[in-house]
């Protein structure tokens, strides 16, 4: 796994950028990339032009305590059955 901090990403060349010398790389390896940091959907919207396997933030959620988050799973999983 490979996490990639993306906090200030904002220009597309920065984008052309961590795809070369970040994502590739790693792929390479078959490394899983994790963008780490996503705050914003400009942000997102770079990285989908990047192949990554996931990505979490404050743009998702803003860190939760674990009781909450076991009630959201919960909730989640119920939804999809």
């Known amino acids: ?23 590739q790389p790693a792929d390479n390896f078959k490394l899983k990339v994790i963008a780490e940091g996503v705050q914003t959907s400009a942000q997102l919207g770079l990285l989908e032009q990047a192949p990554f396997d996931e990505a979490h933030g404050y743009f998702f959620t803003r860190p939760i305590p674990a009781a909450e988050l076991a009630v959201l799973l ?3 999983g119920s939804e999809q059955s």
């Open 1 to 23: 796994m490979m996490a990639l901090l993306v906090t200030n990403l904002a220009e597309h060349q920065r984008s052309t950028l961590l795809e070369r010398q970040v994502i």
């Open 74 to 76: 919960a909730k989640s």
